[in-house]
């Protein structure tokens, strides 16, 4: 695509439950980023995916958090059994190779536990 | 681990003005990257401006352009001639130059154009 799409664009869930973020990144991209925007907050960085490399897992914030990258294109990020300082806006972004050139971003997730 | 910081939660500036974004950084490398990204209200991030270390000549792009001061480890950005659309949160970033890495952001500058 023209772009980086994220879905859904805004989830609402339950404490306590599972969500699946989607992300399908541009294609040709070999890599793919997964942060988190809490509130007023910069961005954290979570996952990065590098062609068919083991992904760097070192900023996922425990181990309800995990993602995956199925054929080199579309990532899910799956958090397990949300807890409430899990709401935030989750952004993906893809890169050629390291992305030294900046990285193309989609428009985020707003995640929301009630 | 490299840091990056911004100083100025939030700044306004009069339409047609010059408004000027602090970041600094720490680092222990001599090769690495530098940006500058924009995130309006719809919440995409948007590049604005990009710096190689090992350059010295700043960065350039339209009505955006940056003091870049390696000895100093700062990096700020200059809007001229401000427009309302430059209504945005402002992300300063850096990119270490190996072969591995991701972009490390500052908490950014929320800056306001008013009419």
């Known amino acids: 695509g023209a772009g980086v799409s994220q879905s859904p664009s805004n989830k609402v869930t339950e404490k306590g439950k599972d969500v699946e973020l989607r992300c399908d990144p541009i294609s040709g991209h070999t890599a793919l980023y997964w942060y988190r925007q809490s509130l007023g907050q910069g961005l954290e960085f979570l996952i990065y995916?590098?062609?068919?490399?083991?992904?760097?897992k070192s900023g996922l914030p425990s181990d309800r958090f995990s993602a995956e990258r199925t054929g080199g294109s579309v990532s899910t990020l799956t958090i397990q059994r949300t807890q409430q300082e899990d709401s935030a806006v989750y952004l993906c972004?893809?890169?050629?190779?390291?992305?030294?050139?900046?990285?193309?971003f989609g428009s985020g997730t707003r995640l929301t536990v009630v | 681990a490299q840091t990056v910081t911004q100083s100025q939660p939030e700044m306004s500036v009069q339409e047609a003005e010059t408004v000027t974004l602090s970041c600094t950084y720490d680092t222990s490398e001599n090769n690495y990257y530098l940006f500058w990204y924009k995130q309006p209200p719809s919440r995409q991030m948007i590049l604005v401006i990009r710096?190689?270390?090992?350059?010295?000549q700043n960065a350039t792009e339209n009505r955006f352009s940056v003091n870049f001061q390696k000895a100093a480890k700062s990096f700020s950005l200059k809007i001229s001639d401000s427009q309302l659309g430059d209504t945005a949160m402002y992300f300063c970033?850096?990119?270490?130059?190996?072969?591995?890495?991701?972009?490390?952001f500052g908490k950014g500058t929320k800056l306001s154009v008013k009419p």
């Open positions: 710096q190689e270390a090992y350059k010295q």
């Open positions: 972004a893809s890169s050629f190779y390291r992305g030294n050139y900046g990285y193309t």
């Open positions: 970033a850096f990119m270490n130059g190996g072969s591995q890495g991701n972009l490390i």
């Open positions: 995916f590098q062609g068919n490399s083991a992904p760097d």
